[in-house]
């Protein structure tokens, strides 16, 4: 599925037919003609953002932007990305006094390409409506092409040992080598290919980040909790990969059930929903009544599974009632985004239905998506999400959805999310698919705008990676458990087990390097069809 065969000369003249078809949309100045390849492609950017982009009224005309004029870089990929980048940040927040679509990549205040919107080279990944594979270990089908690490940067201040970071595994994707290894999540990392890593974090960590796209790499440490060296070669493979990190069942004082399920993407609907209905028919037979769902590393995917959670866990007396509403730009919902009459939608296989995306109705009536219950949880009493910087998207979409409806009985545990309530469907440019904000989304209550992400009820501050998931050690698990039984969280950020007690105030070196989540490989985004239901 998702794979395709490129007819380039077709994709051409769609390049042509949008500059050529839209001159009169880009304002008092137009594109003069050419056949460079390169510039049809930027007017076309140009050209759709002017439409579509979710704040396309703050988008200058085309002689004040000149697109052609991003030409700096030999590689024509890094010129049209250097482009949208430039379009991305007209539009200002209030709030911030920053662009919408600013990101704050490094201390000295420097992004280098927009928080939401961004290219793929279709040639270079061969898929649809998936991520960039820099962004992205496994696709939202479900298809993982790499070694199967997922590593985190972890501070050391532990004078007694001369490091300046650790290398710790987050968690490993099913099927992958390094599954096969039996490597898993609070494992320590300390060479790849013989080099000793961990000296200096700003040096090293985009070389490490590179050295997880080799077809092989050799790798040494320790693993968690006994300290046991190891030392594997894993392999770049192509490999199936389940969306479930782990599924559980607590059971607590008095007999109370609580599930448990650690979900690392809102993969395709063939992918996610057979798993997620598997888990809740069994946390439905078994008792289950409060739910834990750990989200901390699941950067979003498509719309139509995020609503299908929503469905899993909100309780039968609403269903029926509002979900959530998408928002396009003015342009949009009015029908006047003409230049979408070259976009035919697509099919998963990549193959035109014969329509166009200007044939859609783009209205906020017809983009509004109400409860449909059928099966999961009935009566769920107390949820919690347990979050991190790299929960964005479709992940904030669900918690946003489920806040009217739950109220003080949904809390968030762990720490401030991404903060991305927007979303957009594939521009295909010539040989590249453009993913621009297009949509933000708002709760039943009109509730959206979180830019900035939700921040936690409780907030750890850090990422307990020594635990497995779903162990109660886990700090996040603790104290989602403790609002979960009483109510309430500790009054001190500790979590015991087995008899003994570890205080946060110790773990300094748990907290991240990474507080971004910028070295992540995994999508951000929060992909939606119009006029798929």
């Not at 004029?69 to 920053?98: A, E, V, W």
């Not at 039996?182 to 070389?207: C, H, M, P, S, V």
């Not at 809102?266 to 834990?292: E, H, M």
Request: glycine share 8%.
């Amino acid at each position: 599925m998702f794979k395709r065969v490129y007819a380039i000369a077709f994709l051409i003249v769609i390049s042509f037919a949008s500059c050529k078809k839209d001159k009169a949309t880009s304002g008092n100045d137009t594109p003069t003609p050419t056949t460079n390849r390169a510039e049809l492609t930027k007017d076309s950017i140009f050209l759709y953002a002017k439409q579509v982009y979710l704040w396309n009224d703050a988008i200058p005309e085309y002689s004040v932007v000149k697109p052609r004029n991003f030409n700096s870089s030999s590689n024509q990929l890094d010129n049209f990305n250097t482009l949208l980048f430039r379009l991305t940040q007209y539009k200002i927040n209030p709030t911030t006094g920053r662009a919408y679509e600013f990101y704050d990549f490094n201390d000295d205040g420097r992004a280098d390409e927009p928080k939401f919107s961004y290219i793929e080279d279709l040639v270079a990944s061969g898929q649809i409506a998936i991520a960039n594979p820099k962004k992205s270990s496994v696709d939202l089908n479900g298809e993982g092409n790499d070694t199967g690490l997922n590593i985190g940067f972890y501070s050391n201040q532990t004078t007694s040992i001369s490091r300046d970071y650790f290398l710790i595994i987050r968690y490993v994707n099913e099927n992958s080598s390094a599954a096969l290894n039996k490597l898993n999540r609070g494992d320590t990392i300390l060479t790849i290919n013989g080099k000793t890593y961990g000296a200096n974090f700003d040096q090293e960590a985009e070389e490490v980040v590179g050295l997880l796209d080799l077809n092989t790499i050799t790798v040494t440490g320790k693993k968690r909790g006994t300290g046991i060296s190891f030392n594997y070669t894993l392999n770049k493979t192509n490999y199936n990969s389940s969306p479930i990190l782990k599924d559980t069942v607590f059971t607590e004082t008095g007999g109370k059930k609580v599930g448990y399920v650690a979900y690392a993407r809102f993969s395709s609907q063939n992918n996610s929903i057979p798993a997620l209905n598997g888990i809740f028919t069994k946390f439905s037979n078994d008792g289950v009544t409060d739910l834990i769902v750990d989200l901390r590393y699941n950067g979003g995917g498509f719309v139509s599974t995020a609503e299908h959670l929503v469905n899993l866990i909100i309780p039968s007396q609403h269903n029926g009632k509002k979900m959530f509403s998408e928002f396009f730009n003015a342009t949009m919902r009015e029908g006047k985004a003409t230049i979408l009459k070259n976009q035919p939608i697509r099919d998963q296989e990549g193959n035109s239905i014969g329509r166009n995306y200007f044939q859609e109705n783009f209205s906020v009536s017809q983009n509004t998506y109400n409860i449909q219950k059928n099966g999961g949880l009935t009566n769920v009493n107390r949820v919690v999400f347990i979050t991190g910087p790299g929960t964005a998207s479709s992940s904030e979409l669900v918690i946003n959805s489920l806040k009217p409806y739950l109220g003080a009985n949904l809390k968030i545990v762990g720490e401030p999310t991404y903060g991305k309530p927007v979303g957009f469907f594939p521009i295909r440019i010539d040989k590249y698919d453009v993913y621009f904000s297009m949509f933000e989304t708002q709760n039943s209550l009109e509730q959206g705008a979180y830019y900035d992400g939700f921040v936690p009820d409780f907030n750890i501050g850090f990422d307990d990676i020594r635990w497995a998931f779903g162990d109660k050690g886990d700090i996040a698990v603790a104290q989602s458990l403790n609002f979960i039984k009483n109510g309430s969280f500790s009054s001190s950020n500790i979590a015991s087990t087995k008899g003994a007690s570890v205080s946060s105030s110790s773990l300094n070196s748990m907290k991240s390097l990474d507080t971004k989540d910028v070295f992540s490989r995994e999508f951000k985004g929060m992909i939606d069809y119009p006029g798929r239901r």
